[in-house]
């Protein structure tokens, strides 16, 4: 036939992946009721769900996992289901690397390996998978649209109704994501639920978008991953944050912002009702926030610090307290909290003026990783939230106060800290001549070293010793000078020059504690709002229920 002046010699099908999804899902003719898929009848459809070589996207994020499903995977029989590759938020479960030595799965990309860091590195110095990339959150799931588009998405759910309909509560986190990818590309959608029911309180993803459910033998791991013990932060950590609050809080005007985990964050946001009260501060920094339910943050929300919140995900314990707050929170009409672990990654990507987290190790041009030797660790969202994003372009008062020239074509800058003490459990530096990510690199045949945030984003770096202000240095050879005057004792702090510490002090590019006005002798625990999680349960008026593990009382 003719057409536009060209011979086609025969029609292309444009219906091939529907199709092919079409002759797989009639294989559970004879297994699934509707769309049910019988509790004990799982690995016999997944044996018929899942072919060799397919994409299979496992949800397993820093709290939630589709732990049902991944052990069903673990199941299947590697000589029907086998070579796959795999994409994970998070490798969190033994199961999750057990399907590679069992031969179902040979590739992997992921973005966060932390309970399984120590078994992927050796896995894959013995060769028993094959490394994709290792990727932030977003830019995982941006591929999933692109280039690692899944054949069958694997997630978790509360709550499903017999028409495929999802309700996610509190840890709706990544799963809207990984099933859009799947279910608007004529992949398969698998959802684990913890309850089959006639009604749901909302409905978080649509039934049309999923194909089977399966109600779980158990409901799905959930951790409690950011709650910290108040018990546990110590007098340095206390001095560390009011150098923060007076040092960068304060004197850029942060007025949002992310924490990351760890006590360092968790020390800030317990001193904001009564270090920050006495500074005068309520009102003028800390008030929109990008983060998961901390309970450490409930004294700051009960004395009015905090006006918004949008959370990654839920927090185990936090459920009642979230609903009791909706003023504060992202909720439903149902009350509990509509997390999303994409929409606040952008948001802590675009949105604050204030990215602060922690690292195992830092080289002396500011470089750092939680990758270390032996330890193929990943680093999650991080580097999405801890890097200055130059397709920004609303303005802050915090992000302005970063020009640093006259130029009327400047840019402000995000406001990137990394708050560490100068050395880790164990006597060991933080500050090294060369990042353990370099040679890690070399190992796992990466194409560049896995770097979790770069030197250049970072603007602030606090130890026990100081601040650096390194968005004031006027060269690379000045930044460096000022990393290692705030170093301690490490063989990078080992290299300053007092008298050029001290021309850094005069300048303002380096501040000791007591430059800020800042007392080392007042850094007590008793500056803390709560001192347990038992205090912390007392500020939420009893709707803070910590996990067993978190009771000391």
């Not at 499903?160 to 999802?166: C, F, K, M, Y």
């Not at 009102?283 to 959370?311: D, M, Q, Y």
């Not at 130890?463 to 060269?475: C, K, Q, V, W």
């Amino acid at each position: 036939m003719q057409r536009d002046n060209r011979t086609v010699t025969s029609e292309r099908s444009w219906t091939t992946r529907r199709d092919a999804k079409a002759a797989r899902v009639a294989k559970l003719e004879g297994i699934a009721s509707g769309r049910v898929i019988p509790t004990e009848s799982i690995v016999e459809a997944l044996e018929a769900l899942i072919a060799p070589g397919d994409r299979v996207v496992l949800e397993g994020n820093n709290q939630k996992q589709a732990s049902f499903l991944s052990k069903a995977l673990a199941q299947v029989d590697p000589a029907k289901v086998n070579n796959l590759h795999m994409i994970m938020s998070s490798i969190s479960r033994p199961e999750h690397l057990d399907i590679f030595e069992q031969g179902i799965a040979r590739k992997i990309d992921f973005s966060y390996a932390g309970p399984q860091s120590l078994r992927i590195a050796q896995m894959l110095e013995d060769g028993k998978l094959t490394m994709g990339e290792i990727h932030t959150y977003l830019e995982l799931y941006g591929r999933l649209f692109i280039d690692l588009i899944p054949s069958v998405a694997l997630v978790a759910a509360d709550k499903a109704d017999r028409s495929g309909n999802l309700y996610t509560g509190a840890n709706t986190e990544e799963t809207p994501t990984l099933v859009e990818a799947a279910a608007f590309r004529d992949g398969i959608v698998i959802a684990q639920v913890n309850e089959l029911a006639e009604e749901l309180p909302r409905v978080d993803i649509p039934g049309s978008w999923i194909d089977f459910v399966v109600v779980a033998d158990k409901p799905y791991q959930l951790e409690a991953l950011f709650t910290r013990d108040p018990r546990h932060i110590t007098e340095i950590q206390v001095l560390m944050a009011m150098m923060t609050i007076r040092g960068i809080y304060e004197r850029h005007n942060v007025q949002s912002l992310n924490h990351g985990i760890g006590y360092n964050t968790a020390a800030i946001e317990l001193l904001l009702p009564t270090y920050g009260e006495s500074l005068g501060l309520k009102g003028k920094i800390c008030k929109h926030w990008a983060l998961n339910p901390h309970p450490t943050l409930i004294p700051a929300i009960e004395s009015g610090w905090v006006e918004s919140v949008h959370c990654f995900g839920g927090e185990v314990g936090m459920e009642r307290y979230v609903a009791a707050r909706p003023d504060v929170f992202f909720t439903g009409r149902d009350g509990s909290l509509r997390s999303n672990r994409a929409l606040c990654q952008v948001a802590g990507q675009y949105a604050v003026d204030l990215f602060i987290g922690s690292t195992l190790q830092m080289d002396r041009d500011g470089n750092s990783s939680t990758v270390t030797s032996g330890r193929l660790a990943g680093f999650g969202g991080a580097p999405n939230m801890g890097h200055d994003p130059r397709g920004r372009r609303h303005s802050t008062p915090a992000w302005l106060n970063m020009i640093t020239s006259d130029n009327p074509l400047e840019r402000g800058r995000k406001l990137v800290v990394q708050m560490v003490e100068t050395f880790q459990t164990g006597n060991c530096p933080v500050f090294v001549e060369e990042l353990d990510a370099v040679q890690v690199g070399r190992t796992a045949h990466l194409a560049t070293a896995p770097v979790m945030i770069y030197g250049e984003d970072v603007t602030h770096v606090v130890t026990e010793e100081g601040i650096a202000y390194l968005y004031m240095a006027s060269s690379m050879e000045e930044r460096r000078r000022a990393i290692a005057a705030i170093a301690g004792v490490t063989p990078i702090g080992m290299e300053h020059d007092p008298r050029e510490t001290e021309r850094l002090r005069r300048e303002g590019i380096i501040a000791l504690p007591e430059d800020l006005g800042v007392r080392r002798t007042d850094a007590k625990r008793s500056l803390l709002a709560a001192k347990s999680v038992e205090e912390l349960v007392e500020w939420s008026g009893g709707l803070y229920q910590p996990p067993l593990k978190f009771r000391s009382w």
